[in-house]
Structures are given as C-alpha cells and as structure tokens.
C-alpha cells in the first residue's frame, strides 16, 4: 500500500476531493522540478480549480507533512529569491540586496515574499530537497527564480544557450580560469548561490591583447563598479571562497535574457496569505515574531459593529441574545472566508478583518448586510442592525498579545469610519471606492455611493468617505 495513502485520507476530511485528487496526482506523478516551490495559483489555473480552495487545500497538507512551506524574498526586479525561509519569523532584514539589478530594497509582503510549497522528502524525494546537487540550469530553474518568473518549458535551455557564453561549477575552496571572446555587448558574470555579480560594459575598438579579470565569490553580496573592456579575448581568474559549490556565468544582457525573465505570474504573496482565514486557523500564532515590524504596503480593514446590543441583551435575555451574537459571527466569518478575507479578532459584539484587495472587502460588507437582513427577516425581529466600514492603506504587520495583528494609521482609519455609519450602512473611503474592481462591484448592482467629508478624531485633515446605500 502506498505510505501516503493515509495523509490523503486524513486530507479529505477537510478539502475538497477534486482538490486532493489532483494534489495527489501531483505528488505522485509529476517530474521532481513541478514539485520545487510549487506556485499554488499557477497550479489552480493549470488544473481547473478554485483559487481560495487551491490555497486551503495545500495550507492543510502542509499541516498534515506533505508539503513544506517557504517563505521567499523576492527581488521586484528580476524575479530572483534574494532569501529563502521556513518560516516569515526569519524574515528580519531591514534591506536586501540583488546584485543582478544593483539594487537595494526594503522588504514589503506585498509582492516582495512569496509562499510556496515544496513536497516533504518524507512524502517523496525530490533533486531539489539537495539543490547543491542540481544541474546548473536546474538550480536557476528551481532555486534562483521565484515562483512568479514564468520560464519557458520545453525550450527553455536552448534559449539559455543563446544568452551564456560559459559557465562552470566551481567546487568550495577552488580555483579555475575561464577564456572567452568578449563580444561588443553588455555582459554579466553573474553567480546564483552567492548573489554576485559583476557588470562589464564591453565597447571601443576590438583588441587581440588579452584582458584579465580576477573575481573571489565568497557570502559578502559585494557591489563591484562596472567595468569597461574592448572586444576580444577575457582571461577570467575564479577563487571560491564558500564551503558549497558556485556557478558563475558569463552571460550577455540581450533581447534573448530580458525575454526570458519578462514573463511573469501572479504567485502567492506573504500578504494574502496572512489575510487567509485557514491560515490563520492553523498556525495562529506561530507567524511573526513578537519583535518583528513587517510592512505591507496596501490592505484592505473591514470592520463591523452592532448596533443596538445593550438593548438586545436588556430585550431578549443574556442567553438568548448572546447566542444571537454567536449565530451573526459564524455567518460573518463565512463570508470573510469565502471573499479570501480573514478575522484578525473580535471585540465585544465587533469584528475586525483583513482582505488583500478593496474589492473583496466591499463584496464582502455587501454580503453580510444582505445576510443580516435575511436572518431578520427570517426571525421577524430587527435585532441584528449591522453597521460596517472600510479603509485601504499601509500598514504594519505584528505579533500583538500572542496574536498576528496589524497597527497603523489605516487601522484607526478603517475603525473610526465604522463608527460612523448607522444601522444596515455601508462607509467606504475614498482609497477604497478608487479601486476600479471595488467600484466595478458597486456599478453592476447600479449603486452609487455617496460623498462626505468628514473630520476623523486623531486625524489632522478631512477625508472622504463615501455611504454605500
């Protein structure tokens, strides 16, 4: 009987069977490099799938040992893994450095870290569970890039080819001499496991005297200045200075290298995946250390409130009401779910959660208030008068009372904006109703919001919010 028969068997309790079906498949039949850093969203799309239940699906046979999660700092560049880590804890640089674009870059969870899924080698071992063993255009593949760098298939090593003039594996502690023609181009000498690079802007009258060039690769991501050769011969001196192996390449910045990193994907960000309800649920607070500051650049805050829950208790009893309020949580939390949203938490009668993009959050708040007014309806009571408001911006990323939190200007922002609003109101600002798909939601059901300007305590200056009816 196969050995992973009863993890898969565990799976099903808890995921859709399609989608462990085709996990399974993936698992079982695909070549080792389709199960490296596995791109959930490109699987979901490849297979057929619901994206949100794609991502739940491998959150839970992480948790069950199938997979291994990675969380990888991405250069917004080129594409490249900067730094790859078991867990976001580990996350704790204040700047990253590619040495292919020459670049410095603060990290955001944003599109700077992706999250990706690499089967377990107790499930099924893989090349790449030893990538210092990997063929080299194999490490580029699986290793170098991230998930979101859509390299070609069938041919994609035919197109290497006609950007690498040489290339070797360099042991640790070794030395070697590389000799080549320089053409009239811009050329890179470019090695992945230690992130260096060094640029050589190859121009002027072509020359028969050979030029020499030393280069040490060692792990301190050094910035060397570009130099300037002619055309013509290039005796290159390489010294490995690191205990693993290198692979240095000689490459030529062409048309062919900027097609080959130009298509891209969209990948699972950091972001999203900390405002995933079954993440949450799984790993509550084993995400971000509790000295961490992790900065998203762009989420979306819902919170909700209801009104009138004195009176209700006075009304209806503490027992009976308090199992109205738990009744009216379990169905907001569904929806939150539903929209790829999570609850960060609940306080008092009020729930306060996080989406990736405005337009969830205002599909969303749309739901709860139709939700609301059914359940009513059904009860023959107006009991349950929900008032909601949205805010988008920046914020901060925390560990707050052993939980994963959020702190922020736009978190006060989103708060105070629901305190606005009165029974069964939707308020949204501005940054909110700007975003196309947000306003999309809104034109379709032929809604128009409408405009105030209102000063918010703690906020110096007026800002627009906008009544959803």
């Known amino acids: 009987m196969d050995d992973t028969q009863p993890l898969f068997g565990v799976l099903r309790q808890s995921v859709q069977p399609n989608i462990v079906d085709?996990?399974?498949?993936?698992?079982?039949?695909?070549?080792?490099?389709?199960?490296?850093?596995?791109?959930?969203?490109?699987?979901?799309?490849?297979?057929?799938?619901?994206?949100?239940?794609?991502?739940?699906?491998?959150?839970?046979?992480?948790?069950?040992?199938?997979?291994?999660?990675?969380?990888?700092?991405?250069?917004?560049?080129?594409?490249?893994?900067?730094?790859?880590?078991?867990?976001?804890?580990?996350?704790q640089s204040d700047e990253y450095t590619c040495a292919l674009c020459a670049a410095g870059y603060e990290p955001t969870l944003d599109e700077m870290v992706e999250v990706t899924f690499t089967v377990s080698p107790r499930v099924r071992h893989i090349e790449a569970h030893d990538p210092h063993l990997l063929p080299p255009l194999e490490y580029f593949r699986q290793i170098y890039w991230g998930s979101g760098v859509d390299l070609p298939e069938e041919d994609f090593e035919a197109k290497v080819d006609d950007i690498i003039l040489e290339s070797l594996e360099l042991p640790p502690g070794e030395k070697a001499v590389?000799?080549?023609?320089?053409?009239?181009?811009?050329?890179?000498?470019?090695?992945?496991?230690?992130?260096?690079?060094?640029?050589?802007?190859?121009?002027?009258?072509?020359?028969?005297?050979?030029?020499?060039?030393?280069?040490?690769?060692?792990?301190?991501?050094?910035?060397?200045?570009?130099?300037?050769?002619?055309?013509?011969?290039?005796?290159?001196?390489?010294?490995?200075?690191?205990?693993?192996?290198v692979l240095p390449s000689v490459c030529v910045a062409n048309e062919g290298l900027h097609a080959l990193l130009g298509h891209r994907r969209p990948f699972l960000t950091a972001k999203r995946l900390l405002s995933n309800q079954t993440f949450r649920d799984i790993y509550r607070t084993d995400t971000i250390d509790v000295d961490q500051r992790l900065k998203i650049t762009s989420l979306t805050f819902l919170f909700t409130d209801l009104r009138g829950s004195t009176e209700l208790y006075e009304r209806v009893g503490d027992l009976a009401a308090f199992d109205l309020v738990r009744l009216h949580f379990g169905i907001l939390n569904d929806i939150v779910s539903a929209e790829a949203g999570a609850v960060v938490k609940t306080i008092g009668d009020a729930v306060m959660a996080t989406f990736p993009t405005p337009d969830r959050a205002v599909s969303a708040a749309m739901r709860m208030r139709e939700a609301m007014l059914k359940l009513n309806g059904e009860?023959?009571?107006?009991?349950?008068?929900?008032?909601?408001?949205?805010?988008?911006?920046?914020?901060?990323?925390?560990?707050?009372?052993?939980?994963?939190?959020?702190?922020?200007?736009?978190?006060?922002?989103?708060?105070?904006?629901?305190?606005?609003?009165?029974?069964?109101?939707?308020?949204?600002?501005?940054?909110?109703?700007?975003?196309?798909?947000?306003?999309?939601?809104?034109?379709?059901?032929?809604?128009?919001?409408?405009?105030?300007?209102?000063?918010?305590?703690?906020?110096?200056?007026?800002?627009?919010?906008?009544?959803?009816?």
Request: hydrophobic share 40%; glycine share 6%; proline share 5%.
């Open 22 to 91: 085709a996990i399974e498949r993936l698992v079982h039949q695909a070549p080792d490099r389709k199960l490296c850093r596995v791109n959930v969203l490109a699987f979901a799309a490849s297979e057929g799938l619901d994206e949100e239940q794609t991502i739940n699906g491998f959150l839970h046979a992480s948790s069950l040992g199938i997979f291994d999660m990675s969380w990888n700092v991405l250069c917004p560049g080129c594409g490249g893994v900067l730094d790859a880590n078991t867990s976001l804890k580990t996350v």
């Open 379 to 469: 009860r023959g009571s107006e009991d349950l008068l929900l008032k909601i408001g949205i805010h988008e911006g920046p914020c901060i990323a925390v560990n707050l009372n052993e939980r994963q939190d959020y702190f922020g200007q736009t978190v006060n922002i989103a708060s105070r904006v629901q305190h606005l609003a009165t029974s069964r109101e939707i308020f949204a600002t501005g940054s909110v109703l700007d975003d196309p798909r947000a306003s999309d939601i809104l034109t379709r059901r032929g809604l128009t919001p409408q405009s105030q300007n209102v000063m918010l305590r703690g906020i110096s200056d007026e800002i627009s919010v906008y009544t959803i009816p």
């Open 178 to 245: 590389l000799v080549l023609q320089l053409p009239a181009d811009f050329v890179i000498i470019f090695e992945p496991v230690t992130h260096s690079a060094q640029f050589i802007d190859v121009k002027g009258e072509p020359t028969r005297e050979r030029q020499s060039l030393s280069l040490v690769f060692d792990r301190l991501h050094r910035n060397n200045e570009t130099l300037t050769l002619r055309p013509g011969p290039l005796r290159i001196a390489l010294e490995n200075h690191t205990d693993v192996r």
